[in-house]
Every structure is written in structure tokens, then in C-alpha cells.
């Protein structure tokens, strides 16, 4: 890729960048998680009000390449789909005094030895009909129907939007797309089950 192209991604995601803070959205915040490395952002949604997902913060990373924004990121959800029990807009309160971008559950752990490699965290099944197990997104907007008119805020609104109105057409999680279509009442029970194992309830 030539340096005139990634030089122009670059500037993209700088005025996107500037309109994230300058006009954020409500409800999502993100920004490149490196000042050396425009092209990797950390992304957070808040789960909507008065929904199975409120009082959630959902963490996820996007991956540009030099094609953007000709081409679509990639997007990971990097937390579990955590479901807390404080309100949700204490929670959004308590993110922006961290600057946004971050999950809450993100602590340092304890001290351990450096001989001994710290085991991988656990991770509870995403369920979502639009969301792989490994946390891969799969969603319209980001594969055959992008359009380099899209930013990093419509990504982050339209993923929002995706939470509580998933497409059971092509579902990366067949299991929870069924319950979804024939039983919302157990969905819902489902998702706030998984979501409260994942803080430990």
C-alpha cells in the first residue's frame, strides 16, 4: 500500500477522531487505543435504557487497514457482554471520568510471580445473534453493505442499535437467534444470566 493511501486513511480517522469528541454520540465513545497507531481504536457501547442490556458496558476493538474508509474495519468485542447492576447512567458517569474507551472490569490483577504465566481470564459465551463466540462481530454495515460515507460513530450507534434489534437472517449464533424469534421473555432471561456470571453473580 502506498504511503499517499495510508496517509489519506490516516487523516479519515483523524476527522473522525475529531468528530467522536467534538459531537459524541450518545450512548458509544471510542478512540485509537495507541497515540502511535491510528489505525487500532478501542470502542465502548453502553446498553440502552430500559432494555435487557442497560447498565452494560461492552468493550470492543476495531481494526483499520490502510483502505479505510474504502474498506470496513474489523470488529471484536474484547469484554464479555457484562450486565452490571448499577444504573446505567451512573455507569456512563463513571467511564467518563476514566475518559471513556474502557471497560470498568479492566483492573490490574494481583501480583504474580514472573516465572508463572498468568492463565487466560475466563470468558462466558457471548449471546447474541450477531455476535461469534470468539466475540467477532458480524453485522451488514461492515461487510456487504458498507459505503465509505460511514464513520466510527455510525459503526458504534449502529452496533448499539444491534444489541436490542438483532438481524436473525444470517446469525453468527444460531442458538440465540431461535430464542430470540420464539421466546423474547426466555432471551432476555438468557442474556442477563450469562451477563451476570460474567461480574460474578
Known sequence: MSASTAQSSALRLMSDLKTMKQSPPEGVSASPMSEDNLFVWGGTVFGPDDTAWEGGIYSMR????????DKPPRVRFTSEMV???????????????????????????PARPPSISPPPPPRPPQFHPNIYPDGTLCM???????????????????????????????????????????????????????AEKSVGG
Open 140 to 194: 451488514d454495515l461492515i461487510q456487504d453493505n458498507w459505503s465509505p460515507i460511514y464513520s466510527v460513530c455510525s459503526i458504534l450507534i449502529a452496533i448499539r442499535s444491534l444489541l436490542t434489534d438483532p438481524n436473525c437472517a444470517s446469525p453468527a449464533n444460531p442458538e440465540a437467534a431461535h430464542l430470540y424469534q420464539t421466546d423474547k421473555k426466555q432471551y432476555g432471561r438468557r442474556v442477563r444470566r450469562v
Open 83 to 109: 450486565r452490571g447492576s448499577v444504573p446505567a447512567r451512573a455507569v456512563r458517569s463513571a467511564a467518563a471520568a476514566r475518559g471513556g474507551g474502557e471497560c470498568p472490569g479492566a483492573l490490574p490483577g
Open 62 to 69: 476495531l481494526t483499520f487497514t490502510d483502505q479505510y474508509p
